[in-house]
């Protein structure tokens, strides 16, 4: 597959800062180990700057009075209009606090996932992978969970008009709310958020009967896992799921999030994936989107900072069709520190009854899920 990965250095040059979960080198260092690996040497794979989306393009999915709000929280004032505003739309100081040069960094990621969408659509390349984005929270006109522009909603808006139907896989630990909500009334966008269950967790969403509205029900598909479930079972439900649907759907687009805050290692999730595991769910993507042809990838939440690049280059040699070799090469070692690609330890196993648990949450929701979409799914 001819492949692009869409990057430069204003996508995380200002943010949140170091102090903050979403730190700026979860997408500096991803970069790093791919040029160490020289990833972007393959004459079939392409480094791709992003641009910034216009207002018009934000338009597709946020409101102006937000978009507005989040032009004038970029250069913050301080002053008591400004933390009325902030307060309005979301921008909490604990949470997804409004920075200097948000609105520029932000609109960048959007552009960043319509330059992608641009090049899948026009067949330049059948994949393009836009890590610093899958801002999945972020709503109309709320900032939420980290997000500020909708990246993943605004270009799935742009596939729209260009007379595409859309299947959505969000593989982050936490559900993907703002894209289901965005098209939680339409049967042209069908989107599978697999998750940890919002009990007790952000966003509290996601649950197997929040399946669609009017026209869009049945198009809204959940399949929440309580903490501590293991990869294996993960992978059995992600099959049970992701492939017979989307195959029946029949996309003209594959869109993923591909966030890898699922890992064991993950302080903000309690799912116990390995990078084996995601790359097992990668890898299964990467087939659904061969018979599509058109295949447009986000990064999205993972914060374990020697997890994070690694999942990620493993992700981008699935889609460019590279191999790498496993230990770190010394260019990347000798700034990050020396290992491997992937994973050499695991969690620990999970006791019996814990296992039976989360497995017994899994079964009842799909079927759940199952019986409530008879009509709409041939479920084998
Ligand atoms: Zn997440």
Request: charged content about 20%; some cysteine; overall charge negative.
């Amino acid at each position: 597959m001819e492949a692009a990965f869409i990057y430069n250095e204003a996508l995380w040059s200002r943010g949140f800062g170091d102090s903050h979960p979403l730190r700026p080198e979860r997408v500096k260092r991803t970069y790093d180990l791919l040029t160490a690996y020289r990833a972007f040497d393959a004459p079939n794979s392409h480094l791709v700057e992003p641009r910034p989306a216009t207002r018009d393009e934000l338009l597709l999915l946020h409101t102006a009075e937000y978009v507005d709000a989040v032009e004038r929280l970029s250069a913050p004032r301080d002053g008591g209009e400004e933390r009325v505003l902030a307060q309005c739309y979301g921008f909490r100081p604990d949470e997804t606090p409004a920075f200097a040069g948000m609105f520029e960094t932000e609109g960048l990621k959007a552009g960043a996932a319509l330059v992608g969408a641009e090049l899948v659509a026009r067949g330049q390349t059948q994949v393009a992978f836009s890590i610093a984005g899958g801002m999945h929270h972020a709503r109309l006109a709320l900032a939420s969970g980290f997000c500020v522009f909708n990246d993943v909603a605004v270009a799935i808006h742009w596939l729209l008009r260009q007379g595409f139907r859309v299947a959505y896989v969000d593989i982050d630990v936490h559900h993907g709310d703002g894209v289901q909500a965005a098209f939680y009334d339409t049967d042209r966008v069908l989107t599978i958020s697999l998750h940890q269950a919002g009990i007790m967790f952000y966003p509290g969403t996601g649950f197997p009967e929040e399946l669609g509205k009017d026209g869009g029900y049945g198009y809204s598909i959940n399949v929440p896992f309580l903490p501590y479930t293991d990869e294996d079972l993960y992978l059995w439900a992600f099959r049970q799921v992701v492939p017979p649907l989307v195959r029946q759907f029949a996309p003209d687009v594959l869109v993923t999030q591909l966030g890898v805050d699922t890992h064991y290692r993950d302080r903000l999730g309690s799912l116990l994936l390995t990078t084996q595991g995601y790359l097992a769910l990668v890898e299964g993507l990467a087939s659904l989107a061969e018979g599509i042809g058109r295949w447009l990838a986000f990064g999205g939440g993972g914060y374990a900072i020697d997890v994070v690049p690694r999942a990620w280059t493993l992700a981008y040699g699935v889609m460019s069709g590279q191999s790498f070799p496993d230990e770190l090469p010394p260019a990347y070692a000798e700034r990050c520190g020396p290992g491997r690609l992937h994973d050499v330890e695991g969690p620990e196993p999970v006791e019996a009854w814990a296992a039976k648990q989360t497995r017994a949450y899994v079964e009842k929701g799909l079927a759940v899920l199952k019986a409530r979409t008879k009509d709409v799914w041939q479920w084998g």
